[in-house]
């Protein structure tokens, strides 16, 4: 098992830019999370999905950001447009329902100057 | 309101020594589960252990144990033998059954240094 796959690894994009995070989670989990990483606040749940509907939106920061799960196999997160304060690693873990572990992927470190 | 809380921002150890990681949490549910991840500076999450709220029996991964007290709501993290490569960041987390959300919530993590 190849494990959550996230892409790109770094992003390093302009204010103003739209920035797509990519993930796909590991193939026969049904919940798949994002998560934001910063020194300030640590980590956050964003948004979480179960069986592709989304679950939990309420730590989405502001309208900029947006996510889907369009099948069960990949999950995007966009920021239209970004800004330097949405600097931070992002992380997008997957699960079983139930009990099991969450499984993270390597993250994508995002640099918005 | 669930919470998870580390008290410890920072702490060392010797080589070879025992350390206790501290967690407690809050939460009204009857039903949950406590995890421990590490965080190296390559910055991957890794899962350590974890904990049902009605196991009997505290859990152990190798060097890892998870001293659960559950009147007191505290989940500390025991490495026992510590080793260079723990050094890490440590986050404790919780995943509540209510609703069956699913949402897994962290403490501001705890940052240990193994000295040689």
């Known amino acids: 098992d190849a494990g959550v796959i996230q892409s790109p690894r770094h992003e390093v994009t302009e204010m103003g830019q739209e920035v797509t995070l990519r993930c796909k989670p590991i193939?026969?989990?049904?919940?798949l999370f994002w998560y934001r990483q910063t020194m300030m606040r640590g980590l956050e749940l964003l948004i979480y999905?179960?069986?592709?509907?989304?679950?939990?939106d309420s730590g989405m920061p502001e309208d900029r950001f947006s996510a889907k799960m369009p099948n069960a196999s990949f999950s995007t997160l966009k920021i239209q447009p970004s800004e330097p304060r949405d600097s931070a690693v992002y992380f997008c873990?997957?699960?079983?329902?139930?009990?099991?572990?969450?499984?993270f992927g390597s993250g994508t470190r995002l640099t918005v100057v | 309101a669930q919470k998870i809380t580390q008290t410890q921002p920072g702490m060392f150890v010797q080589e070879k020594e025992a350390v206790t990681l501290d967690c407690t949490y809050d939460t009204s549910d009857p039903s949950y589960g406590l995890f421990w991840y590490k965080q190296p500076s390559s910055g991957e999450m890794i899962f350590l252990i974890y904990q049902g709220s009605y196991d009997q029996q505290n859990a152990t991964e190798g060097r890892y144990s998870l001293n659960f007290q559950k009147a007191r709501k505290s989940a500390n993290l025991v490495i026992s033998a510590s080793q260079l490569g723990d050094s890490a960041m440590y986050f404790c987390?919780?995943?509540?059954?209510?609703?069956?959300?699913?949402?897994?919530?962290f403490g501001q993590g705890t940052t240990l240094q193994v000295k040689p």
């Open positions: 987390a919780m995943r509540s059954a209510s609703g069956n959300t699913g949402k897994l919530i």
């Open positions: 999905f179960n069986n592709n509907v989304p679950i939990d």
């Open positions: 873990a997957s699960s079983l329902s139930g009990w099991g572990g969450y499984t």
């Open positions: 193939s026969g989990h049904n919940s």
